[in-house]
């Protein structure tokens, strides 16, 4: 495994973004929404950096299903999510790949009817994009590789790193045989 972004970076990243939501949505009636399980450490993080009151929640989204890197079905359950009618909507992702996952997702919140939804993905990566929409905010623009930690999992391992590594081929070759 290479790393490709060190976690001081994420944390200084992350940290400007909060800032920056803070003053957009301060006098609003926040809500922000992760999607599971990739979502995790980046929403603890930025949720800490908004310091403006606001609720926060949960849907399961899972394109990935086991071993392997490319998207496979695409699932959103809403089933864990607080009532968000009238409410500014932050969505945040882990990544934004082909992008199906986060425009499935907002598809999905509206039908609740929130005021507002905005977007926010850890990372975008490049030239991959198959939707029209593209993330509201993002911390990094990656190249296209599969990549691993601060949530982002290959078969649920990696995710409890603290900063963001790279899974080459050979490394996932190793990683189906243990
Ligand atoms: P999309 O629908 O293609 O944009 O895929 C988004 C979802 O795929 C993310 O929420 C991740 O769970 C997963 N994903 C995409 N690329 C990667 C990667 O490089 N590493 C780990 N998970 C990924
Ligand atoms: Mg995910």
Do not use: W
């Amino acid at each position: 495994m290479r790393r490709l972004i060190e976690q001081d970076e994420i944390q200084q990243r992350v940290h400007t973004l909060g800032e920056e939501l803070s003053e957009l949505y301060r006098g609003k009636n926040l809500t922000v929404i992760g999607a599971l399980t990739g979502c995790m450490l980046f929403m603890a993080d930025l949720v800490r950096a908004i310091d403006v009151p606001h609720r926060i929640g949960v849907v399961e989204a899972s394109s990935y299903r086991g071993a392997t890197t490319r998207p496979g079905e695409l699932t959103v359950d809403l089933g864990l999510m607080p009532d968000i009618r009238g409410r500014d909507v932050l969505m945040i992702d882990d990544i934004f790949d082909t992008g199906n996952t986060m425009e499935k997702l907002v598809a999905a919140l509206q039908c609740c009817e929130p005021a507002s939804i905005r977007t926010v993905a850890l990372l975008i990566k490049e030239g991959r994009s198959e939707v029209d929409m593209k993330p509201d905010f993002f911390c990094f623009r990656i190249p296209d590789v599969f990549v691993i930690g601060y949530g982002l999992d290959y078969n649920d391992d990696y995710r409890h790193l603290p900063f963001i590594g790279v899974l080459d081929e050979a490394d996932l070759e190793q990683a189906q045989v243990t």
